[in-house]
C-alpha cells in the first residue's frame, strides 16, 4: 500500500515503545511497502536485503523518514491507529488505505516527555532507522538494469544511510511527499545526487540563483515554490532535467531546453512513468576498433652521430604501440624513466652515469654505516628495514632472478629499498614499492642503474604511497567518473551494490596492475604507461577497460559486495594484456570525439586546458591530433605485415597525442 498525497482529513496515533513516557500524537503522511533494505551483510547466513516500509511521519511538529523491516511490524516497530478528524473521536479505523494525500492535522496536544536528546538518526531495531528530515542532507536516485529504483539517504553528519531499493517503484510518490517539508535541488555536479534545503525562502532563493536553473528571471519562483512545490519543482522537471544534461559540457557547448512538445513524449522503458530520470546525458558515438602494433626493435637509427635521440616523440608513440623488443628495454627504460635525457650525447650519459653511480653509494654509505647500537635508537630506519626485508622475502620469488634462498637478487632488492629511504626521507619505505622495483632490477641487472630508474618511476606514482592518500581517493573519484561516461548503468549496478566508490580497483591504481598481470606482460605494460602517451591517466582507461569486460558477469547477476570483491580479485593472471590495451585506448578514442564530453571527463584524459590569453591550442587543433590518433591506429594493421627491414615505417602517420 501507498499513501501519498490528497486524502481526506485523518491523523493517526502512534504508540511508542517503553523508552518513551509517554504517547504523543503522530501524523503518517507517507507509507510504502515493499521497499528493500541492502544490508550488504559479510556473514552468510545474513540476508542481504530486507522487506520493509518506508514512512514519512511527523512527532510533534518534527517530520521525520523512517524504515521498518516487514518482520518489525507489530513487534518492534511502532503500532499505528488511524482516526478521524472531523469524524467519531476515538473511532480506530485499521483498514485505513488512502491513495491521496491527507489533510493532516494534530488531534491533541499530548507531547512526548523530552528525558535526553537522540542522535539524528535513530535506530529502533537491528536495521530500521528513523531520521528527522531536519538532518537530511542529500539522497542519490539510481536505477540500474532490473528495473528496479533505489535511494541513499545521507545525513548532516555525512553518514550514509543503506541503499533502499523499490521493488514496486514509489520514489516518485516519495519525493513528491519529501517536498511538503523540504526543498531537493539537484546536484551540478552528480544529476543524480538531490540536495536537500528547508522551506526558507533565503535558502532557496540562494540555492537556485547559484545554480541558475531558471533563465526568465522570474521573481515570484520562491513565492510559487511555496505555494505548490510539485507543480513549480516537478512541473519544470524537464528543464532541470536539461539543465544537468548540459551543466558538465565545456564551456561555450551549446544547451537547447527541452521544448513543450517534448514534454508529452512516451517515457522511457528504465523510467518510472511521470518522473523524468536525471543523468548526465552524454552520448558517446561507437567504440572505435583499434589494432596494436609490433614493438620497437631498432634503436641505432634512432641516433644520431653523437648518439642523441634524433625523435623522442616518435620513439614514444612506436613503444605505446607496441612495446620494446625484450633485448632493446635496458637502453630505451633509462630515457624513458628519465635517467638519461633525450637529448644527451653519448659522452655525456657516460658523465651521468658515473656522477649517479657516486651518488648511489654515498646514500648507500649512510644506512650501512649506522650500527646496530644507533638503530635501537633510530625507531624509523629500524621499522623501514623491518618492513622492506619482510616484503623482500615475498617479492616476485616465482621469478629465478629472486628465487631461492641468499639469492644474490633479494641483496640488491634490499639495498637499493634501504637506499630509496635516504633518497627520500619524507616518503620513505611503503608497502607496494618492492613490487615496483623487482621489474627494473630484472631488466636492468644493475642497482645503480635500477635504484635511478626507480626515483623516475616513482616521480609518477609517489602520491599514491602518501598516507593521506589523497592522490587515491581522486584517482577512484576520476575512475568512477570515466565510468558514468562509459558505461552508467554498470555504475548504477555497482553503485546499487554499495561498490560504486571502485575501491576494489585500490590494487590496480596503487602499483599499477603489478599483482593483476603475469611478470612478463608487466614489463609491457609498464613501458607503454611510461611513454604517458595518449594521457597521463591511461591507466584509470584501462580500469575501466577491464572493468567494461565484466560487463557481462555483474549486470543482471545476484552479486553483492562481496561477491563482487571476490570476483576482481580472481581476474588476477586471468586477463588479456592486449585486449585491456584495445579496450582502453578505444575508450580514449571514444571520448575524446564527443564534442559534448564533460570537462571533469576531459580533464581525467587531458583534454580539457583552461583558457587563457596564451593558450594557442584551439578545439579544431585537438579533434586534428585525435584524427591522427585514430589513423595511426588503423595504420598499425598494416604495419603488422610489413617486415623488421622495411623503411615504410617512416612513411606512417605521426600523430602529437593530446
Not at 396 to 412: E, Q
Amino acid at each position: 500500500m501507498s499513501y501519498d498525497c490528497h486524502s481526506p482529513p485523518y491523523s493517526h496515533l502512534i504508540t511508542l515503545s517503553d523508552s518513551f513516557i509517554c504517547c504523543f500524537v503522530t501524523q503518517l503522511v507517507f507509507e510504502k511497502e515493499g521497499v528493500y533494505l541492502h544490508t550488504n551483510a559479510k556473514r552468510s547466513n545474513q540476508d542481504t536485503t530486507i522487506p520493509g516500509f518506508i514512512r514519512i511521519v511527523e512527532r510533534g511538529g518534527e517530520p521525520a523518514l523512517e524504515w521498518s523491516a516487514l518482520e518489525d511490524e507489530g513487534r518492534n516497530a511502532a503500532a499505528v491507529f488511524y482516526t478521524k478528524k472531523d469524524g467519531e473521536g476515538g473511532v480506530e479505523d485499521t483498514n485505513f488505505d488512502p491513495g491521496y494525500e491527507p489533510d493532516w492535522a494534530v488531534i491533541s496536544t499530548v507531547k512526548r516527555d523530552r528525558v535526553r536528546e537522540h542522535p539524528p538518526v535513530k535506530e529502533t531495531s537491528q536495521w530500521s532507522f528513523s531520521l528527522p528530515l531536519s538532518e537530511l542532507y542529500s539522497l542519490r536516485r539510481s536505477r540500474f538494469s532490473l528495473g528496479r529504483n533505489f535511494l541513499v539517504f545521507t545525513s548532516r553528519g555525512g553518514h550514509p544511510l543503506p541503499p533502499l531499493h523499490f521493488h514496486r517503484g514509489g520514489t516518485r510518490e516519495l519525493l513528491r511527499a519529501l517536498q511538503r517539508y523540504i526543498i531537493l535541488a539537484p546536484s551540478p555536479v552528480d544529476g543524480r545526487l538531490f540536495l536537500a534545503y528547508p522551506h526558507d525562502s533565503g535558502a532557496l532563493s540562494q540555492s537556485f540563483d547559484e545554480l541558475h536553473l531558471f533563465d526568465d528571471g522570474s521573481s515570484d519562483l520562491v513565492s510559487r515554490f511555496i505555494q505548490d512545490p510539485y507543480a513549480t519543482t516537478f512541473g519544470g522537471f524537464s528543464k532541470v532535467t536539461n539543465f544537468f544534461r548540459g551543466a558538465l559540457r565545456p564551456p561555450g557547448s551549446p544547451f537547447h531546453p527541452r521544448g513543450p512538445q517534448d514534454h508529452h513524449g512516451p517515457p522511457s522503458a528504465d523510467d518510472e512513468p511521470g518522473f523524468e530520470l536525471i543523468t548526465c546525458g552524454v552520448e558517446l558515438g561507437p567504440k572505435p576498433d583499434v589494432t596494436r602494433g609490433q614493438p620497437l626493435d631498432k634503436w641505432e637509427e634512432f641516433l644520431d652521430p653523437e648518439g642523441r635521440v634524433k625523435d623522442p616523440q616518435r620513439i614514444k608513440e612506436l613503444v605505446f604501440r607496441g612495446g620494446i623488443t625484450p633485448s632493446l628495454r635496458k637502453d630505451v627504460w633509462k630515457f624513458l624513466l628519465g635517467f638519461y635525457p633525450w637529448n644527451s650525447t653519448v659522452k655525456e650519459r657516460e658523465d651521468i652515469l658515473r656522477m649517479k653511480t657516486d651518488e648511489y653509494f654515498r646514500m648507500k654509505v649512510q644506512w650501512k654505516s649506522v650500527s646496530e647500537e644507533q638503530e635501537m635508537r633510530n625507531s624509523l630506519l629500524r621499522g623501514y628495514r623491518s618492513l622492506i626485508e619482510r616484503d623482500v622475502s615475498r617479492t616476485d620469488r616465482h621469478n629465478t632472478f629472486f628465487s631461492g634462498n641468499d639469492n644474490p637478487g633479494l641483496t640488491l632488492l634490499n639495498d637499493v629499498l634501504m637506499t630509496y629511504c635516504m633518497f627520500n626521507f619524507d616518503l620513505g619505505y611503503v608497502q607496494g614499492m618492492s613490487d615496483l622495483l623487482a621489474p627494473l632490477l630484472f631488466v636492468t641487472q644493475n642497482e645503480v642503474e635500477s635504484f635511478w630508474c626507480l626515483t623516475g618511476f616513482m616521480e609518477m606514482v609517489h602520491q599514491n604511497f602518501e598516507e593521506s592518500q589523497e592522490a587515491m581517493k581522486q584517482q577512484l573519484l576520476q575512475l568512477s567518473l570515466l565510468m558514468k561516461a562509459l558505461d552508467p548503468e554498470l555504475l548504477d549496478y555497482l553503485d546499487s551494490q554499495d561498490s560504486g566508490s571502485l575501491c576494489f580497483c585500490f590494487r590496480w591504481l596503487l602499483i599499477w596492475f603489478k599483482r593483476e598481470f603475469s611478470f612478463e606482460d608487466i614489463l609491457s605494460l609498464w613501458e607503454v604507461l611510461w611513454t604517458r602517451l595518449p594521457c597521463e591517466n591511461f591507466h584509470l582507461l584501462m580500469a575501466a577497460s577491464i572493468l567494461e569486460s565484466q560487463r557481462g558477469e555483474f549486470i543482471g547477476s545476484d552479486h553483492d559486495f562481496n561477491t563482487i570483491l571476490k570476483h576482481i580479485n580472481e581476474l588476477t593472471m586471468k586477463l588479456d594484456l592486449q585486449t585491456v590495451l584495445r579496450g582502453a585506448e578505444a575508450n580514449y578514442l571514444q571520448l575524446a570525439c564527443c564534442k559534448e564530453l564533460p570537462v571533469k571527463v576531459q580533464e581525467v584524459i587531458g583534454l580539457y586546458v583552461p583558457p587563457s590569453p596564451d593558450d594557442e591550442t584551439s578545439p579544431e587543433s585537438e579533434s586534428h591530433e585525435t584524427q591522427q590518433l585514430q589513423s595511426q591506429s588503423q595504420a598499425a594493421a598494416t604495419e603488422t605485415s610489413q617486415s623488421s627491414n622495411s623503411t615504410a615505417a617512416a612513411a606512417r602517420p605521426r600523430p602529437t597525442y593530446p
